[in-house]
């Protein structure tokens, strides 16, 4: 081979999507040889965050279907990705004009000392705004091309989930950082409301009564005491969350927090999933403001890094930019390998996206998770009344016509974007539109206006996407030593779901060993002088 | 953070693989040296108070972790750092041309604009010199940089090299003092049971 890697592996892993990013880390965590490998240049596929060039970039990809490269090798089988699969689809970007208001530089300052003092420094000077049509959109954007951080999955962490317990017990947290999410928003008929969250939310809320107050605080108590595989919560399987709701005695508005953005929730949720998503939520508030949720700071890319620089770390080799074109198979037996540049990669095990499994393997009828994604650039925040930070808004449909749209705003301290601009990202499912995006284009009707007028945010770049995942669920009948990771599930909020996955992919292969155990106490402070 | 530690700086090393870099970390920090085997493995990233012209700063001084081999650095390395060491192997003359690449990738990957760089020419103990001084300081006066020889097996200009750098970044202006600090939220391990840590700000989970 061309290159001097080692020809033999315990963990070959083909793509750097965040399911396969931690199998990486957790099996080089434990001194296993492991090589993991991506066809891009870059790290995430699926997951990965893009600046504004190389969103144009991977926009312009998507023509083009990557052509396998056939290069016959005698007396092994090939398990060949025969046809390359559309799993993105329906892309569009537009550009807009509009007014961008953004703080006065203060004059020759360096970057940084303008970054920290820029909203003290800009208060007593007037704010500069500017006129772009849509053509200036697109030159500014494209000018400001590496200020921006846009996530292809936008995910958020739970202050108290499993996730956050990973990275601490692991120390993976210390390649990271994170911001609150400011404000719990719901739209309702237009309508856009902070969602008391906490009990002292519920306390200093204006658009609940006291007698509600009370009934809203004993059914916050009453969901958190909810004890998991209880009788209480299986006799809660059949019913949904919003006939439960209404049976508590509390107002449409209330329900509606609750059903919507508390246990982000739609009609057909079950009772008891429902509950758990609320005890989710409310498990992790309190301890980062009145926030559950974290934001890892440049997106969501960040963490399968950070699970990468652990492999590295542990020993794990990593090469971006290189095609593994083919499982190496012996008739019904094991998984040998893959074949890479031209030879043969011996493996014990290998992990692969499920994207890059033969579609023999692959039950399509099975349901699988689609998706519509936004993303959009704008010049305002949603909730002007809110917090300068994060908003995290639910915009369900009262009429059960579509579910619920999730929106997230960025603003420019959490380096999605320079100053003057948000990034808004919008999830749905894809399933009751009957033509794509219909839901997205209510929600932008209600919520931006091309003119500003109301004080509303104008969109100057709209990014349309749908994306169709592979299940490792749908996948069946692989040798047993080949291991398939789901791609992001956008639709649930946080990473739980991967962080599963990959654990059940590392038991599979090390039953007897820890899954990511913290780091022996490392002597990095200890020589001071 | 200590009363007299001025701030924490992020220091990268980056250049070809067996250049020394991670014997350049090691010998700084734990002032040891192993001549025989490839140390990258393990060496995640270590730090270590500095003193100099009285400013005592706390360095955070990252390793590449071998993942500079086939150029896979994630761009989270780069992220925030304060200064980078660009290493080369003076007895390799391939590891000196290579070290425009290495400028490149700093260029299309560091958050700050103004981060201080400098050029190290690593194994002079060494025979079979293939790059001059000369080359070396024309090459850092070329492109701006700070520079200096070393070698990490006698220890000659290592503390030096570090110095160096760290009085530079001191002096350039914006590049350290606003650090986020007043925003960040540190949620540690031991003490997340506590009080609400996170301000509503940056934190970091540790
Ligand atoms: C949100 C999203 C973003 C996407 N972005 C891109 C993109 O930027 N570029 C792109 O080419 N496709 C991208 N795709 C996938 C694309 O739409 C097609 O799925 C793809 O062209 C065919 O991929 P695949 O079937 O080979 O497996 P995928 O599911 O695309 O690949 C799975 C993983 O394996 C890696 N991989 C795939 N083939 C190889 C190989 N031969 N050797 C080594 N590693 C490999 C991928 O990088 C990825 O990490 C994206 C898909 C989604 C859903
Ligand atoms: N003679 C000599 N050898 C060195 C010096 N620095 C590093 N080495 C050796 O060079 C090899 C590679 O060093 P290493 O620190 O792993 O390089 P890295 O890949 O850049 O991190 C090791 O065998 C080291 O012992 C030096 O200054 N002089
Ligand atoms: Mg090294």
């Known amino acids: 081979m061309s290159d001097d890697l080692p020809s033999s592996y315990d963990v070959v892993v083909v793509g750097t999507g965040l399911v396969e990013s931690i199998v990486a880390a957790a099996a080089a965590r434990i001194g296993k040889q492991v090589l993991h490998i991506d066809k891009n240049k870059y790290y995430g596929q699926h997951w990965a965050t893009f600046n504004y060039d190389d969103v144009q970039q991977w926009v312009g990809d998507k023509g083009e279907a990557p052509s396998p490269t056939h290069d016959p090798v005698d007396n092994l089988q090939f398990l060949a990705t025969e046809e390359s699969r559309r799993l993105v689809s329906d892309i569009s970007q537009d550009w807009f004009g509009g007014v961008i208001t953004k703080p006065k530089e203060p004059p020759k300052k360096s970057e940084a000392a303008a970054e920290g003092d820029a909203k003290a420094d800009s208060t007593d000077e007037a704010p500069v705004t500017e006129t772009l049509t849509a053509d200036d959109t697109k030159a500014k954007l494209a000018s400001l091309s590496r200020k921006f951080n846009i996530d292809l999955a936008p995910k958020l962490l739970f202050f108290k989930g499993p996730m956050v317990d990973v990275l601490i017990k692991s120390q993976v947290s210390r390649y990271l950082e994170f911001l609150g999410v400011q404000n719990i928003l719901l739209c309702v008929n237009g309508v856009i409301e902070l969602v008391p969250c906490s009990k002292s939310d519920v306390f200093s809320t204006r658009t609940v009564t006291i007698v509600e107050k009370r009934l809203l605080m004993k059914l916050l108590t009453t969901l958190q005491s909810y004890k998991d595989d209880s009788e209480e919560l299986k006799e809660l399987e059949n019913s949904t969350f919003e006939d439960y709701l209404k049976q508590q005695n509390i107002s449409e508005t209330v329900q509606h927090y609750i059903l919507y953005s508390i246990a982000m929730a739609t009609q057909e949720t079950t009772a008891a999933q429902g509950i758990k998503q609320a005890q989710a939520f409310l498990n992790s508030i309190g301890f980062c403001g009145n926030t559950p949720f974290i934001w890892p700071m440049y997106g969501t890319s960040e963490i399968l890094q950070a699970f990468c620089r652990l492999s590295a770390v542990y020993g794990g080799i990593y090469c971006l930019n290189r095609n593994a074109d083919f499982l190496v198979n012996v008739e019904n037996g094991p998984c040998e390998g893959v074949y890479s540049n031209g030879g043969i990669l011996k493996a014990q095990n290998v992990v692969v996206s499920t994207g890059l499994v033969p579609s023999c393997y692959v039950n399509r009828e099975s349901p699988s998770e689609c998706y519509q994604r936004a993303v959009l650039i704008t010049n305002k925040a949603v909730f002007p009344g809110g917090k300068e930070g994060i908003s995290l808004l639910t915009y369900p449909f009262l009429d059960s016509s579509f579910d619920p749209i999730t929106l997230l705003e960025l603003n420019s301290n959490t380096s999605s974007c320079p100053k003057g601009f948000f990034v808004v990202h919008l999830v749905s499912r894809k399933g009751k539109q009957k033509t794509p995006y219909e839901d997205f284009d209510k929600l932008i009707a209600d919520i931006f206006s091309p003119s500003g007028e109301g004080d509303k945010p104008t969109i100057l770049y709209k990014l349309l996407f749908t994306v169709d995942i592979i299940s490792s669920t749908q996948v069946s009948d692989l040798p047993a030593n080949v291991h398939s990771c789901s791609g992001p599930r956008c639709l649930s909020i946080d990473f739980h779901s991967s962080l599963q996955e990959a654990e059940t992919i590392f038991k599979r292969m090390f039953p007897d060993d820890e899954f990511l155990p913290t780091p022996e106490a490392v002597e990095e402070v200890a020589s001071e002088e | ?206």
């Open chain 2, 1 to 206: 953070m200590e009363e007299d530690v001025l701030t924490t700086l992020k220091i990268l090393i980056i250049g070809e693989s067996g250049v020394g870099k991670s014997s350049l970390l090691l010998r700084f920090t734990e002032d040891s040296f192993n001549p025989d085997q490839s140390i990258t493995i393990g060496v995640d990233f270590k730090t270590k108070k500095l003193t100099t012209e009285g400013n005592t700063v706390r360095l955070a001084i990252w390793d590449t972790a071998g993942q500079e081999r086939f150029r896979t650095l994630t761009p989270s390395y780069y992220r925030d750092a304060q200064g980078a060491i660009l290493v080369y192997d003076v007895t390799s003359k391939q590891t000196f041309t290579k070290l425009d690449t290495w400028l490149s990738e700093l260029d299309t990957f560091s958050t700050k604009s103004n981060i201080v760089k400098m050029v190290v020419g690593n194994k002079i103990d060494k025979d079979g010199r293939e790059v001059s001084r000369d080359e070396g300081i024309k090459f850092a006066r070329r492109h701006a940089t700070l520079f200096i020889e070393s070698s990490a097996k006698t220890q000659d200009g290592v503390q030096c090299a570090f110095e160096e750098l760290v009085q530079k970044i001191i002096q350039t202006p914006g590049l350290w003092e606003s650090m986020r600090s007043k925003n960040t939220i540190s949620v540690d391990g031991d003490n997340n049971e506590s009080e609400p840590s996170c301000g509503g700000w940056k934190c970091s989970l540790s």
